[in-house]
């Protein structure tokens, strides 16, 4: 049972730079496998990036160089840093964990209700 709220959405300019939070809370038995996903309507969610357990990364190629996933783990919350946001960027962006620390596709089983970036 892990609950996923996510902040730091909003209207930005392309160029600029915005910070996602995702707060985690509930049972972890380990270092989770977490992501960041984001959606447009009428399309499936896209991965955007992740981070497993033992802090390695991966990222769509679409976000990299640009984008950046860390961790706090004292605080239970994860981070995406945008850099030279682009229009094409806009969506509704969700944080997820895994069951495991290994991250794999499908295997992102918590979700957080989502958080609204938009680039003009």
């Known amino acids: 049972h892990v609950q996923l709220v996510e902040s730091g959405g909003g209207s930005v300019q392309a160029g600029g730079s915005l910070t996602l939070s995702c707060t985690a809370s509930?049972?972890?038995?380990?270092?989770?496998?977490m992501g960041w996903f984001r959606q447009t309507p009428g399309k499936e969610r896209e991965g955007v990036a992740g981070i497993e357990g033992d802090g390695s990364t991966s990222y769509a190629d679409s976000v990299k160089g640009r984008f950046t996933i860390s961790k706090d783990n004292a605080k239970n919350t994860l981070f995406l840093q945008m850099n030279s946001l682009k229009p094409e960027d806009t969506a509704m962006y969700y944080c997820?964990?895994?069951?495991?620390?290994?991250?794999?596709?499908?295997?992102?089983?918590?979700w957080g209700q989502g958080t609204q970036v938009t680039v003009s």
């Open positions: 509930g049972y972890f038995y380990t270092d989770l496998c």
């Open positions: 997820a964990a895994g069951g495991i620390s290994r991250c794999y596709d499908g295997g992102f089983v918590y």
